[in-house]
């Protein structure tokens, strides 16, 4: 079973982590037994499933994870650690803030929910950071997440092969038989979601959408100003055939977008914003299709 979803990552260097972290992650990097990327999200899935389908069910696992992506981009190791309990601990939250309470305890017994919550409060209660590396959407990309990025940035591997490769190193790295990436650095995807908040509200403040890449925004300034960050499709790849996948130019799309809503070139604008929109919503329905 292959997780539907997309992946948005942070990657900050060595250098950014408390010492005693340091050295487990580099003690880590040259581990021969950690997941290879390649494989790295079947794992990371295949924990969750069995936390899910254990007897009782388990919505978080009872350490945090040790496991980490990782970049090497000359003689600097980037390092993005998996946070499997905290990830967990906030998608339970959530879960549980939106689902009837008699309708969540048919997934999860009342008593587990309950111990869940009581440990995520004394994690909270003792002051350590809510902040995660990763965020994660299931069935679409959201359309905000495309604004870091440029479309030569792009990373598409299909069979094997890359069919595009990117300029910069940070990109060249081992990957599954189809992928779809995009790497930037910080400081690159700052100044694009600066850009594309200061083009939204010039011309459409009040718009969901400016809520959206504001909360990006805000999520990139709590790294590293020298970090990476990485759009992964993730488990998408398999709902999209390859001509699909060669055919989507999300990123840049969207940049045409708001260069034709700042110039003035309104149509212009909206159609490229729909044709992105529509794309991930085609994509989003097989949600529910039998």
């Known amino acids: 079973m292959l997780p539907y979803a997309a ?5 900050e260097p060595l250098a950014a982590f408390s010492p005693r972290d340091q050295k487990i992650w580099a003690a880590y990097a040259e581990s021969r037994d950690r997941p290879r ?10 924990e969750a499933v ?3 389908v254990g007897v009782p069910p388990a919505p978080a696992p009872e350490q945090e994870s040790r496991n980490a992506y990782l970049r090497r981009v000359e003689d600097v190791l980037y390092v993005c650690p998996w946070q499997s309990r905290l990830r967990s601990w906030l998608a339970f939250a959530a879960f549980r803030g ?5 309708l969540a305890h048919r997934f999860v017994p009342q ?26 959407s299931t069935w679409h ?10 479309s030569t940035e792009r990373w598409l591997v299909l069979g094997g092969e890359p069919v595009e490769s990117p300029e910069q190193p940070a990109q060249a790295v081992a990957a599954p038989a189809r992928t779809m990436l995009y790497v930037t650095s910080m400081a690159q995807a700052r100044r694009r979601v600066a850009r594309a908040l200061g083009v939204i509200r010039r011309h459409a403040p009040e718009t969901a959408a400016y809520a959206d890449f504001e909360d990006i925004g805000r999520w990139l300034e709590e790294f590293h100003p020298h970090s990476l960050v990485e759009l992964d499709y993730g488990g998408l790849v398999h709902l999209m055939d390859d001509k699909t996948l060669e055919a989507d130019q999300s990123v840049a799309e969207l940049s045409a977008a708001l260069t034709g809503l700042d110039n003035g070139q309104e149509e212009l604008a909206f159609a490229m914003y729909q044709r992105v ?6 994509i989003q329905a097989l949600q529910s299709a039998n």
Not at 7 to 11: D, K, S
Not at 98 to 102: A, C, F, I, L, R
Not at 111 to 134: C, M, N, Q, S, W
Not at 141 to 150: I, K, L
């Open 7 to 11: 992946y948005l990552r942070v990657y």
């Open 37 to 46: 990327r390649a494989g790295a999200l079947e794992v990371e899935h295949g």
């Open 50 to 52: 069995r936390r899910i």
């Open 98 to 102: 939106s689902t009837p309470v008699k």
């Open 111 to 136: 008593a587990v929910a309950e111990r869940t919550a009581d440990d995520f409060d004394r994690y909270k209660r003792a002051g350590t950071p809510l902040r995660t590396h990763i965020r994660s």
């Open 141 to 150: 990309v959201p359309t905000s997440w495309f604004a870091p990025f440029d």
């Open 277 to 282: 929109v529509l794309r991930w919503r085609s």
